[in-house]
């Protein structure tokens, strides 16, 4: 979750939402998103709405960790009051950070309470939580895994040290490895390595050594993302001061395609431009709501929400945020109504990273004439096109981005 938020209308005290958006609730998919704004040091990279204790030190008692859950636990019952009686099992709940493993595994497993006390979840729900490797150990992985935790994202990032310390992340060598294991001995359904490729002084060797490590460890879903250099970092600092090199698109391109090789030899399928999982049933379904424009409530100090073509999002400090829940107010900053244009935009840009595409009748005039350019450039798949979806080739993933701004006209 990017750290910066929009401009938007103000919403009313009590966070109630205009009729129009209630409309087909429970039709659509619903899920819970629960942010946790925590984490033991910052990675010189990372750009997420996150803070340290030592950030938080001046805000006193009302952000600590401490009372997070049962903030976390306000909001969730809030959301059942704004979003009325309606049957509603949520069918996905994602715990993402920061570090939610930073707070004790009975938190974690209380707010998912509430999650079922309000709402119920659904037979099959998938709840995940995102781990970092040194924040875990097997009594607290069984604990979450009694709790209904059935999926764990650990951030493996690179097994290579001097990667590693260019990210600022403090692993011991094979730690994100063996986490794989204990998540496996203690129950989990589902387990995914998050990798960066493309850090300055990193090689296709290195990266070929982290794909061959996650892939060993033996996870059935794997996200690889190239570095993201944010403004602001102390990563982007080093990079503008010239103590580190910054790498060029065709570096990003030639390890994508490494990645591919790697994974698709050992079994992975694409289903989202940086996302592979061993079958359909290993597809992170929290991201596949995100990606087809779903219900989520996000809850917690910057999350955002989108019910019904409404989206809105929360003050973004921890203690702004506590502070609108003990004073008995929505802790939502600001919302919008997304016009239908809006949201056509959205689905291409979101849909066509998805290995099914895009719907070609969802293109403009001007969108459909540059999507027949790029099935003649070998950017779009031709099978799929005939069928009526816009569906990127291998060499279309690699230039997704540009493709995407050229369908969207
Ligand atoms: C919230 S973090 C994961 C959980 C945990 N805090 C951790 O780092 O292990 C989500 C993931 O986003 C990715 N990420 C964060 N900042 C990034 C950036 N600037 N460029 C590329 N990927 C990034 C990392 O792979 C990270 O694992
Ligand atoms: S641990 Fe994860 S969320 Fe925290 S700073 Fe590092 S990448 Fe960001």
Request: aromatic share 8%.
């Amino acid at each position: 979750m990017p750290s910066a938020l929009p401009d938007g209308e103000p919403v009313p005290s009590d966070g109630s939402l205009p009729a129009h958006a209630l409309t087909g609730l429970g039709d659509r998919p619903f899920g819970f998103y629960l942010h946790v704004p925590y984490c033991a040091t910052r990675c010189g990279y990372c750009d997420f709405n996150t803070y340290t204790a030592t950030e938080l030190h001046s805000s006193g008692a009302v952000a600590s960790q401490e009372t997070y859950a049962q903030n976390l636990v306000g909001e969730i019952r809030l959301a059942r009051k704004v979003l009325g009686s309606a049957e509603l099992p949520v069918r996905t709940v994602f715990l993402g950070g920061g570090t939610p493993t930073l707070l004790p595994a009975r938190d974690l497993v209380a707010m998912l309470t509430a999650i079922r006390e309000e709402f119920g979840l659904a037979e099959d729900a998938e709840v995940t939580t995102e781990a970092n490797p040194e924040s875990v150990d097997p009594a607290y992985l069984a604990e979450l895994r009694e709790g209904g935790f059935n999926r764990i994202s650990f951030g493996m990032q690179s097994a290579r040290p001097h990667v590693l310390k260019v990210l600022d992340r403090h692993h011991t060598p094979g730690r994100p490895e063996a986490c794989v294991a204990e998540a496996r001995a203690a129950g989990f359904e589902h387990v995914n390595l998050d990798l960066i490729y493309g850090t300055p002084g990193e090689s296709d060797e290195d990266w070929r050594a982290s794909l061959a490590a996650a892939i060993g460890a033996g996870p059935d879903h794997v996200s690889a993302y190239s570095l993201i250099v944010e403004e602001g970092t102390r990563l982007a600092g080093r990079i503008k001061r010239g103590e580190l090199p910054m790498v060029d698109d065709d570096v990003h391109a030639d390890r994508y395609l490494i990645a591919e090789q790697a994974l698709a030899a050992a079994g992975y399928h694409w289903y989202e431009v940086s996302n592979w999982a061993t079958d359909e049933a290993a597809r992170c379904r929290h991201n596949e709501l995100y990606w087809t424009g779903a219900d989520w409530w996000g809850a917690g100090p910057g999350a955002h929400s989108h019910v019904g073509g409404v989206r809105w999002w929360n003050a973004k400090h921890p203690a702004a945020y506590a502070r609108a829940l003990a004073e008995g107010r929505t802790p939502a900053q600001g919302r919008e109504v997304l016009p239908a244009e809006d949201r056509r935009v959205e689905r291409i840009l979101l849909e066509l990273r998805l290995v099914e595409g895009c719907p070609l009748d969802l293109l403009a005039p001007a969108g459909l004439k540059a999507a027949e350019r790029a099935l003649a450039d070998g950017l779009l798949a031709a099978e799929p096109f005939a069928a009526g979806r816009a569906a990127l080739t291998l060499r279309g993933r690699l230039l997704a981005d540009a493709v995407v701004r050229d369908l969207v006209d």
